[in-house]
C-alpha cells in the first residue's frame, strides 16, 4: 500500500527523509514539464530511478510516486518512465496514474502490465486509476487475471461497485471454478468472494 508523505517520513531515517526533501524539491521546480532534450534527464528522475537505494526497496514505491506527482508528470514521461524502467519503476507509474492522467490515455500501461505475470506488476495495474477507466470486458478479465495469478483481490480498487449486479463476471467465474472442480482443484475463496459480490451466488451456498 503506497503511503503518504507524512506516513513515509515517520518511517525514513533522517538521511532517507534529507534525500527525499530535496528530491521532492527537485520535482517541484520542473513540475509538468517534459524535456525538450529527448537525451537531457532531468534531475528528479534520476532521483526516482535510485529511490530504492536511499528509502529502502520497502518505502521506494511509495517515494516514486510521490515524485511522479510532485513533477506533475505528464503523459509522455510517464509512459518513456513506465518502458524505460524497472518492474518497480514500472509499478510507480501505475499507482500515480489515478493521479496524474485523468483521461484514459494510460490504458496502454495498465493493459501492458496486465499481460505480465509479475504479480506485483498486475496488483499495481488493479488500482483506481483501471476502476475508472477499464471497459467491462477488460475490467473482468483484470479481476480473472488476479484469480489466476494469485493476486489478492483485495488490490482491486472499486470490486465492489464495479462486481455488483455483473452476470457476464459472475458466468466467467462460475466458468472458472467449474474448471478449476474438474481438475480436482479449490476453488479460491477470492473466487468465492467476488462471485457473492455480484448478487449471483451467496457466502453460504
Not at 514521461?77 to 484514459?104: D, I, P, W
Amino acid at each position: 500500500m503506497l503511503m503518504s508523505r507524512k506516513e513515509l517520513d515517520a518511517r525514513l531515517d533522517e538521511a532517507a527523509r534529507a534525500w527525499l526533501d530535496e528530491a521532492l524539491g527537485e520535482a517541484r521546480e520542473r513540475m509538468g514539464e517534459d524535456p525538450a532534450d529527448p537525451y537531457a534527464v532531468p534531475l528528479w528522475e534520476l532521483r526516482f530511478a535510485s529511490a530504492g537505494r536511499h528509502c529502502g526497496q520497502e518505502h521506494a514505491d511509495s517515494a516514486r510516486a510521490l515524485l511522479l506527482i510532485e513533477a506533475r508528470a505528464g503523459q509522455d514521461t510517464l509512459t518513456r518512465l513506465y518502458h524505460q524502467g524497472t518492474a518497480a519503476e514500472r509499478r510507480a507509474v501505475l499507482h500515480a496514474l489515478h493521479r496524474l492522467v485523468a483521461g484514459a490515455d494510460g490504458l496502454p500501461l495498465v493493459e501492458d502490465a496486465l499481460r505480465t505475470n509479475d504479480t506485483r506488476l498486475v496488483a499495481a495495474a488493479v488500482g483506481p486509476y483501471a476502476a475508472a477507466h477499464l471497459d467491462p470486458h477488460a475490467w473482468r478479465h483484470a479481476v480473472l487475471k488476479c484469480l489466476f495469478t494469485g493476486v489478492p483481490v483485495d488490490a482491486v480498487a472499486g470490486l465492489e461497485r464495479r462486481a455488483a449486479g455483473d452476470g457476464e463476471l459472475a458466468r466467467m467465474l462460475a466458468d472458472y471454478a467449474a474448471e478449476r472442480t474438474a481438475a480436482g482443484r479449490d476453488t479460491p475463496h477470492d473466487l468465492i468472494r467476488v462471485l457473492t459480490l455480484t448478487g449471483e451466488q451467496s457466502e453460504e451456498s
